[in-house]
């Protein structure tokens, strides 16, 4: 008889009812339209960028983030701030990894790594180039809020404008879901859902 070890039944069933930590995206993933033109605002190593790419499918990814270290006590808990420690050489190596990572999708055209800042690279895009953007940049107010604005001008009508961490706690305090909430009160977007820490919303 074949025995079964408990914690991996457990991982199993967790995953096939969406409560697995590593799953808590999944669902987002699965409602971008296939075949899509999309960006990640934040990328750090790469991880999330790949999961995109396998299950959501775009025929075109951007990737934009700084890889630019913070130095400022703001930023102490941040994945770029204090828990990069090796401060800019370390934020530099990530930045090659991920170059390095998805060379063959890059040499394809599939995927195309900006390095800089959101605000400024989003910018440089036509309006309505995206079928969905993804924010995780930078969790403070005015960046999201940023972020949030510029992404409308992007995306298509009916386009998504989605992003992580929408919920209590953080070293941000808050400032996602204060920068969402204002914007989905205020402009012509439709909430589509939050759930797992994410928005969803659509642009109408």
């Keep these: 008889m074949r025995a ?13 009812l969406g409560f697995a930590r590593s799953d808590g995206r999944t669902f987002l993933l699965r409602m971008l339209p296939k075949n899509g033109v999309g ?5 750090h190593t790469g991880d999330f960028s790949h999961r995109i790419l396998r299950i959501a499918r775009p025929r075109e990814l951007h990737l934009i983030d700084p890889w630019q270290h913070e130095t400022s006590e703001t930023y102490a808990r941040a994945v770029y701030g204090g828990g990069a ?6 934020m530099d190596a990530r930045y090659q ?3 390095t990572r998805f060379l063959p999708q890059i040499q394809r055209g599939r995927v195309r790594v900006h390095r800089g800042r959101s605000s400024t690279v989003l910018r440089g895009f036509p309006d309505t180039y995206f079928d969905w953007v993804y924010i995780d940049g930078n969790h403070l107010y005015e960046f999201v ?11 298509r009508p009916h386009g998504y404008i989605t992003g992580d961490d929408y919920g209590e706690g953080g070293w941000w305090q ?10 989905a009160g205020r402009a012509r977007v439709q909430v589509i859902l939050k759930r797992n820490r994410q928005f969803v919303l659509q642009r109408v």
Aim: charged fraction near 30%; charge should be positive.
């Design 97 to 99: 990894r991920v170059c």
């Design 4 to 16: 079964f070890k408990l914690p991996s039944v457990i991982g199993r069933l967790a995953r096939a």
């Design 39 to 43: 960006a990640e605002i934040g990328v």
């Design 145 to 155: 809020k940023t972020d949030l604005e510029l992404c409308w001008a992007k995306v």
């Design 174 to 183: 808050e400032g996602v879901v204060r920068a969402v909430d204002e914007f």
């Design 85 to 90: 420690r090796g401060g800019q050489v370390e």
